[in-house]
C-alpha cells in the first residue's frame, strides 16, 4: 500500500533540509577559517625549512635561544602586572557606578568606554609625547625610560581597562539587599560586610575580568610594538621572526606558545563560569546604595581621576597630531594629516579600514546572528548544533597574531583551492569575522534566549516557512541586540592591528597598519593624526548607533517601553 505524505509534510521535509545545510555552511565557515588556518601553523612549528618534519627541534631551539625564552618570562610578566592594575583600578570604578551615589555617573561611563574607540597603538603614542625624552612629565619617571616595561603596563591598563570596568559593573550590579540588611540589623562592620558579601557577590565577575585582562594583555601586539624598545616579548617576537628574519617555522613556535597561554586562560574561565550560580533569587530585593559624602566623594575624585587620564591619553594624540614639530614649534597645522610618508596611500588605507569595517559588519552581523539562531531554535541535528557553539567559543582563546600567521600558512598554499582569496581584501574580511566572532556570537545567542520558543511553534502550526518567522518575527524584535553587535564588528575592524599585520598588501592597507608604519618611519606626528582619525571615525559611527538604538525605541518598537 502506497501512503501519499500531505504536501505540507514534504515542505517541511524541505526546510528541515534547508537548515542542514544551513548548519553545514555555518560550520564550514569556522572550520575553514579556523581549524584548517590553526592545523596548518601546528604542522608548519614542526618541519624545518625544507618542509621535512623535525618534530619538537624549533621548540627546543627556541627555549635555548636566551633572548627569545625570556619573551616568556617577560610576557608573562607584563601581563600579570597590567592585569593587576587594571583589575584594581576597574574594581574601585565598578563599585563607585555600582555602589555609591556619587555625581555624575553617566558622563564616567561615557568617558571610560573611549579607549575601546582607538587602536592600542595611539596611548602608546600619547605616552611617547607624554614621558618620552621630550615629553611633558618625563621627570615622573624618575630617571626611568618609557621605553620597556613601563610604558608597556601604562599603555596595556589604558586600553583593557574599559573591558575590565564592563565585567565588574555586571558582576556588581545584581545584589540582595536583605543581605546588607541583615548585617547592619547584627552590627557588622561595613568592610566585614564588604569581605563576606560584596566580594563574594562578585568572585566570579572578577576571575573572570582577571582572565579576560591577562589575555588581552600577553596577546596584544600594538603597545608593545610602539613602545616596547629593546624589551621583548611574545607577540613582538611573532612579528620579527616573520617579517624581519622571514623565519616562518620559528614565527609558527612563537605563535603555538603565545597561544597556550591565551587557550589556558579561556578554559579555566569557562570551566569557573560553569561553576557560578545564581546570586539572587526570585525574592531578592534590589540593593540601592544610600548617599553617603565621604565616601561618594571618595570613589567619585578616583573615577574622575581615571577619567581625566583617558582624556589626557586622547587628547594628547589630538594635539600631537595638530601641532607643527613637538616639542620646539607648537602651533597648529594640518599637514600631518596629509600622510606624506605614505606617498599619498594614508587616506586610501583609512578608506580601506572604512570598506573592510562595512563589510564585516554587514555580512558578520547576518552570518554570526543566523548561524546563532540556528544553533538556539533549531530542533534536531544536536551533534551539529554542539559543534558549531564549540567552534564559534574557539576564536576568543585565539590571539589576532596567531590567527594572521595561521592564515599565512593555510591560504598561500598553491593547492588550496581558497588561495585566490590571499592578499585581496576578502581574506581581511575572514580573519577579522572570525578573530571578534565569539563575543557577537554570546551575544546574539543571549538574545535568543529571551524570546519565548512559542514564536517557532506557533509559525510551525501555521505552516509558515521558518525563514518567514526569523525575517519578520526573530529579526525585527532582536533588533537592538543586532545594532549592538553591528558597531562592535564595525569599531574592532576599524582598530585591529595584530590579527591583519600579515595580511594586508599595498593594495588593501588598513589605517591601523599604516599607524604602525610610520611611527617605524620615524614620522610620530603623522602616526598620532592617523590614530585620532580611527578613534574619530569609531567615535561618528558610535554616536550614530546610540542615535538609531534611540529612535528605534522610542518609535519604532514602543511595545518595549514600559506602561
Not at 587557550?263 to 530585593?285: E, H, K, M, P, T
Not at 592564515?407 to 581584501?425: D, E, R, V
Amino acid at each position: 500500500m502506497m501512503v501519499v505524505m500531505p504536501a505540507w509534510s514534504r515542505r517541511w521535509s524541505g526546510e528541515s533540509l534547508v537548515r542542514l545545510l544551513a548548519l553545514l555552511l555555518a560550520l564550514g565557515l569556522l572550520v575553514v577559517g579556523l581549524l584548517f588556518p590553526l592545523a596548518a601553523m601546528l604542522v608548519k612549528s614542526v618541519q624545518d625549512r625544507a618542509g621535512d618534519f623535525v618534530g619538537l627541534a624549533n621548540f627546543a631551539r627556541y627555549l635555548q635561544t636566551p633572548a627569545l625564552a625570556g619573551s616568556i618570562v617577560n610576557s608573562l610578566t607584563i601581563a600579570l602586572t597590567s592585569t593587576a592594575v587594571v583589575v584594581g583600578l576597574a574594581f574601585l570604578c565598578a563599585y563607585g557606578l555600582t555602589r555609591t551615589c556619587m555625581p555624575g555617573k553617566r558622563l564616567f561611563r561615557m568617558l571610560a568606554i573611549l579607549p575601546i574607540l582607538a587602536p592600542s597603538l595611539l596611548p602608546a603614542i600619547s605616552l611617547v609625547y607624554l614621558f618620552g625624552n621630550q615629553g611633558w612629565f618625563r621627570e615622573v619617571l624618575m630617571g626611568e625610560s618609557i621605553y620597556g616595561p613601563i610604558g608597556i603596563v601604562m599603555g596595556l591598563s589604558f586600553w583593557i581597562f574599559p573591558h575590565a570596568l564592563m565585567i565588574l559593573v555586571t558582576a556588581l550590579s545584581n545584589s540582595d539587599a536583605r543581605l546588607y540588611e541583615a548585617a547592619e540589623a547584627l552590627g557588622t562592620p561595613k568592610w566585614r560586610s564588604f569581605l563576606t558579601i560584596t566580594l563574594p557577590g562578585a568572585r566570579y565577575g572578577l576571575i573572570s575580568c582577571g582572565f579576560v585582562a591577562f589575555t588581552l594583555a600577553i596577546t596584544d601586539f600594538g603597545v608593545p610594538k610602539i613602545i616596547g624598545g629593546q624589551f621583548s616579548v611574545l607577540a613582538t617576537d611573532v612579528y620579527r621572526q616573520v617579517v624581519g628574519q622571514q623565519n616562518f617555522q620559528m614565527g609558527a613556535v612563537v605563535s603555538v606558545i603565545l597561544l597556550l597561554p591565551a587557550l589556558l586562560s579561556f578554559v579555566v574561565d569557562r570551566w569557573i563560569q560553569r561553576r557560578q550560580v545564581a546570586q539572587l533569587s526570585a525574592r531578592a530585593v534590589p540593593w540601592q546604595p544610600s548617599p553617603s559624602p565621604l565616601r561618594d566623594g571618595t570613589f567619585a575624585a578616583i573615577c574622575y581621576g581615571v577619567g581625566a587620564v583617558i582624556l589626557l591619553v586622547i587628547g594628547t594624540a589630538i594635539y600631537a597630531s595638530l601641532v607643527q614639530f613637538w616639542p620646539y614649534n607648537l602651533s597648529l597645522t594640518f599637514k600631518h594629516y596629509a600622510f606624506e610618508a605614505l606617498a599619498g596611500d594614508g587616506w586610501t588605507s583609512w578608506g580601506n579600514s572604512l570598506k573592510l569595517a562595512f563589510l564585516v559588519a554587514t555580512i558578520g552581523t547576518l552570518a554570526i546572528f543566523f548561524n546563532a539562531w540556528l544553533i538556539e531554535k533549531s530542533q534536531g541535528y544536536r551533534p551539529l548544533r554542539q559543534g558549531l557553539h564549540f567552534l564559534a567559543m574557539l576564536p576568543m582563546a585565539v590571539p589576532g597574531m596567531v590567527l594572521g600567521l595561521a592564515y599565512i600558512f593555510f591560504f598561500n598554499q598553491a593547492g588550496n583551492p581558497l588561495n585566490w582569496i590571499y592578499g585581496t581584501l576578502i581574506i581581511l574580511v575572514l580573519n577579522t569575522l572570525v578573530h571578534f566572532y565569539t563575543v557577537c556570537h554570546l551575544t546574539s545567542v543571549t538574545a535568543l534566549k529571551q524570546l519565548d520558543p512559542e514564536f517557532e511553534a506557533v509559525g510551525a502550526s501555521l505552516k509558515v516557512p521558518f525563514w518567514t518567522t526569523f525575517r519578520r518575527v526573530t529579526l525585527p524584535v532582536s533588533l537592538p541586540a543586532v545594532l549592538d553587535i553591528s558597531v562592535y564588528l564595525f569599531v574592532n575592524a576599524m582598530t585591529t592591528v595584530s590579527a591583519v599585520v600579515f595580511l594586508y598588501t599595498s593594495d588593501t592597507r588598513l589605517a591601523s597598519v599604516a599607524v604602525m608604519h610610520l611611527d617605524e618611519a620615524g614620522y610620530f606626528a603623522s602616526a598620532a593624526a592617523m590614530a585620532v582619525l580611527i578613534f574619530f571615525t569609531s567615535l561618528g559611527v558610535k554616536l550614530a548607533h546610540a542615535a538609531i538604538s534611540h529612535l528605534l525605541l522610542t518609535r519604532a518598537q514602543r511595545w518595549r517601553q514600559a506602561g
